[in-house]
């Protein structure tokens, strides 16, 4: 059972910010990543369709044999975590949790903005897991819709991320919060452009980073941790794997591989064949 890999799957390329803090924190587990790429983005998305995508990606996993399961989106883990806990029979551990608690820990004046997709901002997941902490504290929260096209394009040092930056995070300056949560796999790639426009004195939270804290944690006390042996990476997407290899290489800095495809994450096709 230990040796059994960590699932994670994700929208598309994002959640390998997720995996670069696992692996960091956890260089001896093997891991299984899915991008479903053909689908991305799911930040617009119904949260019929989320959850049915969800379902999908964690029932693929599954039959790969894994021994827990991280829903590296942030949007996913908002609108499907309850029902994956509830019919996996394995660990499943969301994004918003780690980074709520976290957040909750940072703020001194109890002021905590919230930046992330719209889907993940609709559903009120963070102020949600927040205000199960705390009832007081203040949640300021704005989609942030356009941050994750501009990091796949590779903007992130352009002008342009510096524009719509100011655009999104402005009214944060006014607000006063001093802890920000960067709710999307790819606005950790952005940190130094959101840290220059909210100001050095804003705690900024990345959701990877306590996620894998929580991974660690979990696995640990469940005596599942792999103890030997450097761990293995393996990707699958569900669209060209070229375009994950290079985009994933630049959130990565280094080379992402092997990369399978997937023709089609219907589980009724995984689960026949
Ligand atoms: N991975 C998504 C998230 O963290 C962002 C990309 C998307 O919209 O699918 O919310």
Same mark, same amino acid.
């Given at each position: 059972m ?27 587990e ?5 991008g ?10 119904s949260?019929?369709t ?13 039959t ?5 399961l ?6 996913? &883990?908002? =609108?499907?975590?309850? /029902? ?10 969301? @994004? $918003? ?19 992330g997709t ?5 559903s ?10 705390d ?28 524009i719509?930056?100011e ?7 006014? &607000?006063? =919060?001093?802890?920000? /949560? ?10 130094? @452009? $959101? ?8 705690n ?13 944690a ?7 941790l ?7 990476c393996?990707?699958y997407v ?9 985009i ?12 399978k ?13």
């Open positions: 230990k040796d059994l890999s960590i699932g994670m799957f994700d929208s598309g390329v994002g959640g390998l910010t997720v995996l670069k803090e696992v692996k960091n924190l956890l260089p001896k093997n891991i299984l990543y899915l479903d790429t053909a689908r991305v983005p799911y930040g617009n998305r949260p019929q989320i959850i049915r995508y969800a379902i999908e990606s964690a029932l693929f996993l599954l790969k044999g894994i021994k827990l991280i829903i590296a989106c942030n949007t996913s &883990s908002a =609108i499907a975590l309850k /029902i994956l806990s509830k019919k996996l029979p394995i660990p499943v551990l969301g @994004v $918003i949790e780690p980074a709520a608690k976290s957040a909750v820990v940072a703020t001194k004046n109890k002021k905590i903005g919230i930046i719209k889907a993940t901002i609709k009120m997941a963070y102020e949600n897991a927040i205000r199960e902490i009832p007081h504290m203040e949640v300021l929260s704005k989609p942030c819709p356009l941050f994750v096209p501009i990091v796949e394009e590779g903007l992130d040092k352009d002008e342009v991320a510096f719509m930056a655009k999104y995070l402005n009214e944060f300056k006014a &607000s006063g =919060i001093d802890t920000l /949560i960067m709710g999307c796999t790819h606005y950790p790639v952005l940190e130094d @452009v $959101i840290k220059n426009v909210v100001g050095d004195h804003v900024i939270i990345n959701t990877g980073k306590e996620t894998a804290r929580d991974v660690e979990c696995l640990r006390e469940r005596k599942l792999k103890t030997k042996g450097m761990g293995t393996k990707y569900t669209d060209d794997p070229d375009t994950f290899k290079e994933g290489g630049r959130f990565l800095g280094y080379t992402v591989s092997p990369v495809y997937i023709k089609s994450l219907d589980y009724k096709d995984f689960i026949l064949h």
